[in-house]
Structure formats: C-alpha cells, structure tokens
C-alpha cells in the first residue's frame, strides 16, 4: 500500500487524450488516490499546452495521437516552457519513431494503454519524483532506435577522416569531454542508471543513501547536459558504440 506524508501536497495531474471516455476513466482511476489529483482534461495537444502554462501540473499524462497538435509536439513544449512539469506518455502507439521522438522530447515515462491500473499510478508517483519508466518492450524500442541513428551518424573528425569515420562510427566527442568531468562514484551511478536501474536499486547496489543517489543523479545530468534519465541511459548507449 502506498503512504505518503499526511502534509506533503497532492499530486496534479493533466491528463491530455482526445478521447473523451478514456480521460474520464482516467480521471476516476486518478481521482481514487489520496496524493493524487487531476487538475484538468485536455483534448489535444494545443489544449493540452495552454492548460499546462495555466495550470502548472506536476505531471501530464499524454497520449501521442491527437488532433491540432500532436503529443510529441505538445510534450516538447510544455518540457521546454515548464521544466518542473514531467510528461508521461501513455498511448496506445508503440512504433519505433513515435517511442523515439517521444523520448527526445522530453517524456518522462512511456506506457501503452494495456498497461494496468497500478502500473500507471505507480508511474505518475515514480515520474513525479524525477524517475524514468519505460515498459520492457518500449525501453527495447528506444534502445533498438538509438543504435540505429548512432550507427548513421556522421562522425565528427576531420574530412581527412570521413572514410575511416564512415566504417567506425565514435562516441560524440562533446559528450565524452563532459563526462570526464565526472567522479569515479559519479561514473558508476550513470553506469546503472544505463542499466535501467531506479535510485532505490542503485542505492542498494552503490551503498549509498537513496536521497544521495539522487543528488549524484542530478550532478550528472546537469555535467552531461542530459534533461532526463532516459537521455543518460541513450548518451551511454552511445558511447560504447565502436
């Protein structure tokens, strides 16, 4: 069962779907948890930014097929306009560019609409406290696309190079530079955040504090320039490319 603080503030939740049966059974399902709250109901992605600017949730839930605008493009612009407001992308589209450019733009969380009732609550609470979900099959997606567009990539050497660059792809020089700038502990928390684990299971692991954890989360995030933990985990990825 989930506690929480009788003083800490109830979550406030968004929730941006163009279905209207779907954002009143999500609201009911929402509406159910003592820490939870939905503050309001868009049905598209225009609606859905406005409403973010105005009501400044913690976390909108977001389906990615929508008219006017669509999700990826509202979830872009509410994580860029509202940096404390976290995006979670709950649809029913699991193509490999939609789960990609979802993640790039800023999505917090991805779960299909199959996903059960506590997974997603469960999932509102882990994304407002800064974590990343993804479910199985959508962390395979992601991961699946990232090695792709790494692997067509240009390299960044000199043209003198571009042959040997063509055939051996390198890690983004930009962002090895920065991670030297990394702690040896430091290194080895990004090393399982990569692996996909929360703070509790790094914590474990490390022996550290969870809320230190996630402090070194934080530290590493702003050294790599990364604006979530999925992007850490694809940064990664990427530079262990050869």
Known sequence: MHTTPADA???????????????????????????????GQAADGAEAVALALALQPD?????LHMPVKGGVVATREITTQLPGTRVMVLTTFDTDVMVFDAVRA?????????????????????????ESR??????????DQFRLLANQMPD???????AAAESNPVPDPQHAKRQALLTDKETRVLALIAEGMSNKQI??????????????????????????RTELAIMTLRNRQD
Request: proline share 5%; hydrophobic share 50%.
């Open 9 to 39: 503030p109830p979550i406030r939740v968004l929730i941006a779907d163009d279905q209207a049966l779907i954002r009143r059974g999500m609201s009911l399902i929402i509406s159910a948890e003592a820490d939870i709250e939905v503050v």
């Open 59 to 63: 976390v909108v839930l977001m389906d």
């Open 106 to 130: 800023g999505a917090q969380a991805y779960l299909l609409k199959d996903t059960s009732e506590t997974e997603v609550i469960e999932t509102i609470r882990a994304v407002h406290r800064g």
């Open 134 to 143: 993804l479910t199985p099959q959508i962390a395979a997606k992601v991961m």
């Open 156 to 162: 960044a050497r000199p043209p003198a190079d571009e």
């Open 203 to 228: 914590a474990a692991t490390v022996f550290l504090a969870e809320g230190t954890v996630k402090n070194y989360v934080s530290r590493i995030m702003e050294k790599l320039h990364a604006n979530t």
